[in-house]
């Protein structure tokens, strides 16, 4: 076969294969699917993050309710159940946390209360807050882009209302 014959029969070849449209589905979905499995992802950690997000503030209420109807000013005993209660949902802290962030030492958690006066009368409000790293469901691909890290900082106040 000569190098012409060989020429034109490629060349043939690719004229028929760009008249022939059927295959146009195909390729142009082989262009997408990486932008739109990228896609996805994203939505899915971001949804992951409202998630934790709301679980944080979740437990950050019920930490905030218990040290309302605990005895002012707060014992140490206390501030440990109300600790163990926020980031396990357990008193006693034995079960596992509720915001995976918590066991990253860069989270922090704060039990304060406050006299406010309003009417010539004087009120206690507990404030319970945190600042806990997002563990993200696909951290390579946040850091990939330039995410390196985030955290939820949530707060919630109560007022005091006594044994």
Same mark, same amino acid.
């Given at each position: 076969?000569?190098?012409?014959?060989l020429?034109?029969?490629?060349?043939g070849?690719?004229?028929?294969?760009?008249?022939? =449209?059927?295959?146009?589905? %195909?390729? $142009? #979905?082989?262009?997408f699917?990486?932008?739109?499995?990228?896609?996805?992802?994203?939505?899915i950690d @971001? &949804?992951?993050?409202? +998630?934790?997000?709301? $679980?944080?503030d979740?437990?950050? =209420?019920?930490?905030a309710?218990l040290?309302? =109807?605990?005895s002012?000013?707060?014992?140490?005993?206390?501030q440990?159940?109300? $600790?163990?209660?926020?980031?396990? &949902?357990?008193?006693?802290?034995s079960?596992?946390?509720?915001?995976?962030?918590w066991?990253?030492?860069?989270? *922090?958690?704060?039990v304060?209360?406050?006299?406010? *006066?309003?009417?010539? +009368? *004087?009120?206690e409000v507990?404030?319970?807050?945190?600042?806990?790293?997002?563990? %993200?469901? #696909?951290? &390579?691909?946040l850091?990939?882009?330039? @995410?390196?890290?985030i955290?939820?900082n %949530?707060a919630? $106040?109560?007022?005091?209302? &006594?044994d």
């Amino acid at each position: 076969m000569s190098m012409f014959s060989l020429l034109t029969k490629v060349s043939g070849n690719a004229v028929a294969a760009l008249k022939c =449209r059927r295959a146009i589905a %195909a390729v $142009e #979905f082989a262009l997408f699917a990486p932008l739109l499995a990228l896609v996805m992802v994203g939505i899915i950690d @971001f &949804g992951y993050y409202i +998630n934790q997000s709301n $679980e944080l503030d979740k437990s950050l =209420r019920v930490g905030a309710m218990l040290a309302a =109807r605990s005895s002012l000013p707060l014992s140490g005993g206390s501030q440990a159940t109300i $600790e163990n209660l926020v980031k396990t &949902g357990t008193a006693d802290g034995s079960g596992d946390f509720v915001v995976p962030g918590w066991s990253d030492g860069a989270s *922090s958690l704060a039990v304060t209360t406050s006299t406010y *006066s309003a009417g010539g +009368n *004087s009120y206690e409000v507990i404030k319970v807050v945190a600042s806990v790293p997002y563990k %993200a469901l #696909f951290s &390579g691909l946040l850091h990939t882009y330039g @995410f390196m890290s985030i955290t939820m900082n %949530a707060a919630h $106040e109560q007022a005091y209302v &006594g044994d």
